[in-house]
């Protein structure tokens, strides 16, 4: 009995440590993070499959663009915690009289590191080995995707993200694209592209830029991807990816 129990204890105790190993591989700072920024149709699980293809590299599918909730409460905190700021009103918002109560003590630099924890935790998940961590999501063509962008900056700090685009027709017979007007979703489409590409030369070197259709024809543009990434060029893993067919 006495051996049992201390089997037991044994093996709690090694599930803790390798819990606590977990949790300081996803708090480590040497995580670098990686962001595919597409439309639906473009073949961006192509583009996940040749990035998790490079050994240390963990960039998951989409989630729906859950963070932009994310996003949404943190803007409104913030928003809500500095409107109308003065000496006066932080005095009164601290009293629990006041509709307000506690609003203008909100710790948004606590919030950043809370939203990377949940975020690294329950989305990204990092396994051991890995060194970049992210996720793919066609969900860009909110209206503030520059403040969004931004703020993902802020919370996942060193953040790169890989631009890709397809050809429109190519794009548009899916039936991804096929509800609605064809006229009003070629338009809609072109808005989006140029949204992304914007904000990819606006992030600078933090962002990259590959074509679905250039990457297909010749796999060997993407050796300008594996440098930018600071990765040893690869194309019998490249071609091997390739090979494998993926949603698109």
């Given amino acids: 009995m006495g051996t049992d129990r201390g089997e037991a204890a044994t093996d709690e105790v090694a ?17 670098d993070y990686l962001f595919v920024v597409t439309y639906g149709r473009s073949g961006s699980t192509l583009v996940s499959g040749l990035l998790n293809a490079i050994p240390g590299y963990l960039i998951r599918g989409e989630n729906r663009d859950a963070l932009h909730h994310l996003f949404a409460f943190h803007a409104t905190m913030v928003t809500e915690s500095r409107r109308g700021l003065g000496p006066e009103r932080k005095e009164r918002v601290r009293q629990p009289t006041h509709p307000f109560f506690g609003i203008g003590d909100f710790p948004a630099q606590r919030s950043l590191a809370g939203i990377r924890r949940l975020v690294v935790d329950t989305v990204l998940r990092p396994e051991e080995g890995t060194r970049v961590a992210g996720f793919k999501e066609i969900r860009w063509y909110h209206p503030d995707l520059e403040e969004y962008v931004a703020w993902l900056r ?17 794009v548009l017979r899916s039936k991804w694209w096929a509800e609605g007007d064809p006229d009003e979703q070629a338009s809609n489409l072109s808005g989006i592209e140029e949204r992304l590409l914007k904000l990819a030369v606006e992030l600078g070197d933090a962002a990259y830029r590959v074509h679905y259709d250039e990457y297909v024809a010749d796999p060997t543009v993407l050796r300008g991807m594996y440098d930018w990434l600071g990765e040893p060029w690869d194309e019998a893993s490249v071609r091997a990816t390739m090979a494998v067919r993926h949603s698109v």
Avoid: W
């Fill in 15 to 31: 599930r803790l440590r390798a819990r606590l190993r977990k949790h300081r591989r996803r708090e480590n700072p040497e995580l």
């Fill in 154 to 170: 802020e919370v996942f700090p060193g953040a790169r993200f890989l631009v890709n685009t397809r050809e429109h027709a190519d």
